[in-house]
């Protein structure tokens, strides 16, 4: 069999109908025969759920951006700031992993889903086609867009994003596939999308009468239904699921690095994108507690039959008993390895506790030199732990005199001044004597706090900050408002009232973003799709006797060019119609 470089690398057995090594039929191989058989065949799909770069533990990308560093010399997002990043070495890159995924979803919607028999009679195997088909769709069109978000840019001048491959590619396929220009890209992943939209419940859930059962599934009992479309599967993707990565998709198609001459208001791309956020809202309030989703009051108090709440669109179905994350991050004092430290840049991005930026004039509150972290927003210590913070019972001390937490003390130590508090767990536990406490954790495909900063965002840049999307009724600034005075900013709050324009709007939205999703793997990508510089350097703090002394900590190297991320150099030099984007080397 010949070899099948990079994306193509991968197939298991069950996948390649053909080959040799499959036989013979009476032993412990997969054979083709058996992608008949349901178990097998579902299989299949379950690809395009495992190979999301979403649902496990954070990889913190956020090393590579201005809000954080890390104090492993190994780091891969560390290496890549400071120069390694390139079309050989890309640990951002989600290409090979999204490109499989694709082939399997394609084997699966035209090899396998309409030639097994699915449920125990024809209503049942009606209602499996239709939700495994939906399911296939909406995975490849979010497949789609996670290789879009990686590989689009510019070839020659000219925006291009990714291979459109609709069908199966065996081993005696042709893989030489030409990318497809941008839009035509949006258009297949908005095909896609559309066609889950029209298979797929709106969220699945058990129903007492027939009456709920959408007509679109037609003539089917109550028992039928929820044995399909019940509870048992409120964690596979479903119809509101789909309009999310919809107003996703729009959010990035809208935005400068990809819609250079369409930042002018009342563009049409930025109305796409505010009207499919809306409808990705409908009926969806902000959560009270949806900013602290990862404590754990919030994690432990999940209902038992596992449903997501006004904040979880999505997420992964088990609660994990794991430590991992505390054990990377916690600080040295408590067995942890200190790993990710939130830069002074960060820090700095988070208001006065009236909501005012830092440092504004304006603001009922001074700053004080020698504590800089009092009247500060609630989410600063929510998220960050800086000098003086009490953390698991114990003062956490990062200036000099603090021992193992102090900065740059051990090589676990800060090399900022700042330890990570956001999506930990307090309750986790790490004995001396080696003995470890776990707690539950869930990780996040798509939380609804992203769709909300997602319409305020397009809504302000089509209408400004009082436009609403008709039917919706909420402006940006509404949004904008709800979400800090959620954050514990009281409302109205005078800095908010006082945006009047377009611009000053956009930056506070942009902020809003950058701390409420913190962490989770968004300030990377966010800073290249509005083509903003990626190259500022990281700073920190050192602290003596009260005195903060604020210093660089880690230039960034990167390009221009490079808001525009590489294909795999192994891909390209291997298959000659896949072009690399302009810059990339």
Known sequence: MKTIYSFLIGFVSLTVASCDILEPMNDTHDTEDRLTENIYAEGILFNGYTMLPTGKQWNFSDVATDDAVSNDSNNQFRLMAEGRW?????????????????NYLNQFLYEVVDNVRWGKNDATHKLFLARL??????????????????????????????????????????????????????????????????????????????????????????????????????????????????????????????????????????????????????????????????EGAQVNSVPLDDRNDNEMCWRTQNLDQTSSLEKRVFPPSLNGNGDVNPTQNFVDAFPMADGYPYGDPDSQYTVDPENPYANRDPRLARSVIYNGSTFKNAKIVTGVGGGLNAKDSTELSTRTGYYLRKLVREDVNFNNDGAVTNQKHYWVHVRYTEIFLAYAEAANEFGGPDYAVPGYGKTAREVIGEIRKRAGIAQPDGYLASITGRDDMRKLIRNERRLELAFEGFRFYDLRRWNLPLGET???????????????????????YMIYGPLPERDVLSFPALKQNDGWK
């Open 86 to 102: 390139s079309a050989n070495y890309s640990p951002i890159s989600q290409w090979a992993a999204s490109m499989r995924a694709i």
């Open 538 to 560: 990281a700073r920190g703090v050192r602290i003596e006797n009260g005195e903060y002394e604020y210093m660089d900590i880690e230039p960034r190297v990167f390009e221009p």
């Open 133 to 294: 088909k939906g399911e296939a769709y909406a995975l490849r069109a979010v497949h789609k867009f996670y290789a879009l978000q990686d590989v689009a840019g510019k070839v020659g001048g000219q925006l291009y994003g990714i291979q459109i491959t609709d069908r199966y590619l065996d081993e005696g396929s042709n893989y030489d596939i030409p990318r497809e220009t941008f839009e035509k890209s949006l258009e297949s992943i908005y095909a896609d999308l559309d066609a889950a939209a029209d298979l797929l419940p709106f969220v699945y859930k058990n129903i007492s009468n027939e009456a709920e059962i959408p007509e679109v599934y037609g003539d089917v009992s109550v028992a039928d239904y929820n044995m399909v479309m019940g509870d048992l599967f409120r964690q596979r993707i479903q119809k509101r699921i789909v309009l999310a990565y919809k107003a996703k998709v729009a959010l990035m198609a809208a935005s400068p690095a990809y819609n250079p001459d369409g930042q002018n208001e009342g563009d049409a791309r930025w109305e796409k994108a505010a009207q499919l956020a809306a409808d990705a809202l409908k009926d969806i309030v902000l959560s009270p507690n949806g900013h602290r989703y990862f």
